[in-house]
């Protein structure tokens, strides 16, 4: 202004000024928020200060970890894939993203997600920790898929059987399992173990489309037609 001034361009600085010390003065209040663990109040200030700040990676990042807290993963991601174009080499949002997708069940994309950790940084002690178990997890799984194409089913079984082991903390992965060693029991024949699991799986996921329909043929091969 002071090499051009001129009413107009006065105007636009004295709002943009007043905009941004409003701007910090939400940022106050969402770090006071986040702090007090009123993850709520503090999405919303920082839903206000991302309209307008867009790029910022680190408010991004602040608003994620609130969604993670507030227990809304899903959300948390979206604001995490934009901090990690937005910052260099930011192997912290890859790891997180990775984490949170595991922790969903979507082993694949979690796969996908620490690799690209890792190709920032081959020596991150995390990343290579995550990606070492997401991988033999993912192994597992996919072996134990192509033994039911196959129709072997017992090798399956046993296949879905190390998936529990490798993994008994993320209750998803045990459901996963039980609902397909369920299918392999049913179509094996084995409808008493078939119906057992299956009820298992289904007292988890009342709604388990497949465990409902495995359950159902297994029922089928005992007559249990009510049923």
């Not at 106050?28 to 709520?40: M, N, V």
């Not at 937005?86 to 949170?100: H, M, P, Q, V």
Request: aromatic residues 8%; glycine residues 2%; proline residues 2%.
């Amino acid at each position: 202004l002071k090499s051009n001034p001129s009413n107009n361009e006065e105007k636009e600085a004295q709002t943009q000024l007043t905009k941004s010390d409003e701007l910090q003065r939400l940022h106050s209040q969402a770090l006071s928020a986040y702090q007090q663990e009123d993850y709520g109040a503090a999405i919303s200030l920082l839903d206000e200060i991302l309209a307008v700040c867009v790029w910022d990676a680190e408010l991004r990042e602040l608003r994620a970890e609130c969604y993670i807290k507030e227990g809304e993963p899903s959300k948390a991601i979206s604001d995490l894939k934009a901090a990690a174009k937005l910052k260099n080499d930011n192997t912290e949002a890859f790891y997180k993203i990775s984490r949170i997708y595991y922790q969903l069940g979507d082993h694949e994309l979690s796969l996908s997600e620490v690799r690209e950790c890792l190709k920032l940084d081959q020596d991150h002690k995390q990343c290579f920790s995550l990606y070492k178990q997401v991988k033999k997890l993912n192994k597992q799984i996919e072996s134990a898929e192509e033994f039911i194409r196959e129709g072997r089913y017992e090798d399956a079984i046993s296949k879905y059987d190390s998936v529990m082991k490798t993994e008994p903390e993320v209750p998803i992965y045990s459901t996963r399992a039980k609902e397909r060693i369920c299918h392999c029991l049913s179509k094996n024949q084995q409808a008493t173990e078939a119906i057992k699991l299956c009820t298992e799986v289904l007292q988890l996921e009342p709604t388990n489309v497949n465990a409902l329909k495995d359950r159902a043929e297994a029922y089928l091969l005992e007559d249990m037609y009510e049923e």
